[in-house]
């Protein structure tokens, strides 16, 4: 396999939490979004969101990271992220869709960009937006753990998607100033996930093209 990857991308952070709790070896292709290598006509041509991650698996070509981390469920599903009890499952997919479908799209680093460079927005209103967003979208997080957390993890004593999303989020955030202070569960999991060798494997800086 092969997982064109950006080190700060927290949608390809996700996939190599997974694949580094499914014990799956990949070959690591640096895809530069800074430099807008996502953007190259060679690369759009596999992955038409041009975006990051994508995951190659032989002929089989698969971007959006909760649809790689899903069928690398169902290829590899030991251990498994996404449980097949339904209501655990849609436990663990409520969780992670507050953070990828809610928290992540508004504060993905093509929207900074189009909020600087065409509608002219300052750094300090940059900086609001994300905050403002993460603000919301933790406190959502936050509720949803005190409620029906249940574990060291996210829910109960293994990582699930819920996990390989959270800890991302967090480490964002964390990078862009972000006081996290008033989500103490959310802080307790990303600190027990961080703690553990696969999540370490799969941080920004262990990547081979970690620019500080």
């Given at each position: 396999?092969?997982?064109?990857?950006f080190?700060?991308?927290?949608?390809?952070?996700r996939?190599?939490?997974?694949?580094?709790?499914?014990?799956l070896p990949y070959?690591y292709?640096?895809?530069n979004?800074?430099?807008?290598e996502?953007r190259?006509?060679?690369y759009v041509?596999r992955n038409?969101?041009a975006?990051?991650p994508?995951?190659?698996?032989g002929?089989?070509?698969?971007?959006?990271?909760?649809?790689i981390?899903?069928y690398?469920?169902a290829?590899?599903?030991?251990?498994r992220?996404i449980?097949?009890?339904?209501?655990r499952?849609?436990?663990v997919l409520?969780?992670?869709?507050a953070?990828?479908?809610?928290i992540?799209p508004?504060n993905?680093?093509r929207?900074?960009?189009?909020l600087?460079e065409v509608?002219?927005a300052?750094?300090e209103?940059?900086?609001?937006?994300?905050r403002?967003w993460i603000g919301?979208g933790?406190?959502?997080?936050e509720?949803l753990?005190?409620r029906?957390g249940?574990?060291?993890?996210?829910?109960g004593?293994?990582?699930?998607?819920?996990?390989?999303?959270?800890?991302?989020?967090?480490?964002?955030?964390?990078?862009?100033g972000c006081d996290l202070?008033?989500y103490p569960?959310?802080m307790?999991?990303?600190?027990?996930?961080?703690?553990q060798?696969a999540?370490?494997?799969?941080?920004p800086?262990?990547?081979?093209d970690?620019a500080?």
């Amino acid at each position: 396999m092969q997982l064109h990857s950006f080190f700060n991308s927290s949608t390809s952070y996700r996939v190599r939490i997974a694949l580094a709790l499914k014990g799956l070896p990949y070959d690591y292709r640096p895809v530069n979004i800074r430099r807008l290598e996502h953007r190259a006509d060679d690369y759009v041509a596999r992955n038409p969101s041009a975006n990051v991650p994508l995951l190659e698996d032989g002929q089989f070509a698969l971007g959006q990271s909760l649809a790689i981390i899903d069928y690398l469920d169902a290829a590899h599903p030991e251990p498994r992220l996404i449980p097949a009890d339904a209501a655990r499952r849609a436990r663990v997919l409520e969780l992670s869709y507050a953070i990828a479908c809610d928290i992540h799209p508004v504060n993905n680093l093509r929207i900074l960009r189009y909020l600087q460079e065409v509608l002219g927005a300052s750094d300090e209103q940059k900086n609001a937006w994300y905050r403002h967003w993460i603000g919301e979208g933790m406190a959502t997080v936050e509720t949803l753990l005190a409620r029906h957390g249940d574990g060291p993890y996210c829910f109960g004593a293994a990582p699930t998607l819920a996990d390989c999303c959270l800890v991302p989020q967090v480490a964002n955030a964390q990078r862009m100033g972000c006081d996290l202070s008033a989500y103490p569960n959310v802080m307790r999991v990303a600190g027990h996930c961080s703690a553990q060798p696969a999540f370490q494997a799969a941080a920004p800086r262990q990547q081979p093209d970690f620019a500080g």
